[in-house]
T-cell receptor
Framework: SQKIEQNSEALNIQEGKTATLTCNYTNYSPAYLQWYRQDPGRGPVFLLLIRENEKEKRKERLKVTFDTTLKQSLFHITASQPADSATYLCALAKSGGATNKLIFGTGTLLAVQP | SAVISQKPSRDICQRGTSLTIQCQVDSQVTMMFWYRQQPGQSLTLIATANQGSEATYESGFVIDKFPISRPNLTFSTLTVSNMSPEDSSIYLC??????????FGSGTQLSVL
């Protein structure tokens, strides 16, 4: 079955630096991969989706890459701010079935220090 | 964009009792899901709530423990039955919006004593 691995340790960076988070998967390459942000006590919030035929996707200070050969996605936050501190989850569709049910990684906690 | 609300936001329950969690969305949606997020863990899909038919459960989850209702395209409930401390977790509903992305409720923090 599909497994997703994200850095389990927290990532601490200084304000203004670029944060880079990693998502690796082990099995089939999904049609698309998604990134979500989760704050304590809240549900995840969708950030970006990247398709298998896209190498890179950007949205404001966010950038996602998708390498189906390495089975890896990288999530970058440029010019990071303390308000970016949160847990970031990657998700991809389960195989089979008629619906695009998602499986989630364990998430990486990002702490941006002022 | 759709707005989703979930309640209760938190509850403390006694062992052996049941809790029903409600999820309401302000527009009709086809796909609605229920997840569990145990402390320090990621989200695990419990089931897909189907309108007009029985929910589709993932491996490791059964209807007797987690009965789900979906009476229409804007509402669903998840019941956690005969609770034990191992059921202490965050329970989340979500709906599929455009392109396979999901919009989540704010979650229900459940503590079982």
């Amino acid at each position: 079955s599909q497994k997703i691995e994200q850095n389990s340790e927290a990532l601490n960076i200084q304000e203004g630096k670029t944060a880079t988070l990693t998502c690796n998967y082990t099995n089939y390459s999904p049609a698309y991969l998604q990134w979500y942000r989760q704050d304590p006590g809240r549900g995840p919030v969708f950030l970006l989706l990247i398709r298998e035929n896209e190498k890179e996707k950007r949205k404001e200070r966010l950038k996602v890459t998708f390498d189906t050969t390495l089975k890896q996605s990288l999530f970058h936050i440029t010019a990071s701010q303390p308000a970016d501190s949160a847990t970031y989850l990657c998700a991809l569709a389960k195989s089979g079935g008629a619906t695009n049910k998602l499986i989630f990684g364990t998430g990486t906690l990002l702490a941006v220090q002022p | 964009s759709a707005v989703i609300s979930q309640k209760p936001s938190r509850d403390i329950c006694q062992r052996g009792t049941s809790l029903t969690i409600q999820c309401q969305v302000d527009s009709q949606v086809t796909m609605m899901f229920w997840y569990r997020q145990q402390p320090g863990q990621s989200l695990t899909l419990i089931a897909t709530a189907n309108q007009g038919s029985e929910a589709t459960y993932e491996s490791g989850f059964v209807i007797d423990k987690f009965p789900i209702s979906r009476p229409n395209l804007t509402f669903s409930t998840l019941t956690v039955s005969n609770m034990s401390p191992e059921d202490s977790s965050i329970y989340l509903c979500s709906v599929e919006v455009r392109g396979g992305t999901e919009l989540f409720g704010s979650g229900t923090q459940l503590s079982v004593l």
